[in-house]
Structures are given as C-alpha cells and as structure tokens.
C-alpha cells in the first residue's frame, strides 16, 4: 500500500546482493535471471 514501510524492500535488497555478486558471475561467464512473480 501507498505509506507502507515496505514498499520496495524487496527491490532494495536484490540491489544491494546484486551488488556483491556481480563480480563473480562476470567472471564465472555466467547468466543470471531474476523472475519477480508471486502466485498466492
């Protein structure tokens, strides 16, 4: 909801690991995909 503490945490969070695992996956010539899809 619009106000909620929680809004974009998640985005926040796959920054900052995005930020930690970049090197090794440039170096480990890989590809990673992230799917942002939740079913209830």
Do not use: P, W, Y
Not at 19 to 27: A, F, L, S, V
């Amino acid at each position: 909801e619009m106000g909620d503490h929680h809004v974009g945490l998640q985005a926040r969070l796959m920054s900052q690991a995005l930020r930690k695992i970049t090197g090794n996956i440039k170096r480990s010539n890989c590809m990673v995909i992230f799917i942002n899809q939740i079913r209830m």
